[in-house]
């Protein structure tokens, strides 16, 4: 079997790409945001938040399910929408630990 070319760069690397893709789309970060502001879990329809229909909502809310940023709990016909702050507080190092590396290794052109 042949790998896949992701396959051929290491761990860590494979895991950032995969955090980085995740929030490479606006409607994602928005989501985000929007849950973070309001400091508490939201079982409304999210998409009268953003410029884009439910369908296309419930996809980008689903991506972040599926990575574990937000947690939704099905309450009845509504779910609610709450973000993982561990795993935020994880997915924060993943960050900060890449642009620490790329801090260390720049050169003096960047001074």
Do not use: W
């Not at 879990?41 to 980008?60: A, W, Y």
């Not at 940023?69 to 561990?86: A, F, M, P, S």
């Amino acid at each position: 079997m042949v790998a896949s070319k992701t396959e051929l760069f290491n761990e860590v690397l494979r895991e950032r790409a995969k955090l980085f893709k995740l929030l490479a789309h606006p409607a994602r970060l928005q989501i985000l945001q929007y849950l973070s502001s309001t400091q508490s879990c939201i079982s409304g329809d999210i998409s009268e938040e953003l410029p884009l229909g439910r369908t296309t909502v419930n996809q980008h809310l689903k991506e972040l399910k599926d990575a574990g940023l937000i947690i939704g709990t099905v309450e009845g016909v509504k779910t609610n929408y709450c973000l993982d702050c561990c795993l935020i507080d994880k997915k924060l190092k993943i960050l900060d630990d890449f642009l620490k590396e790329l801090k260390e290794h720049s050169h003096s052109c960047c001074s």
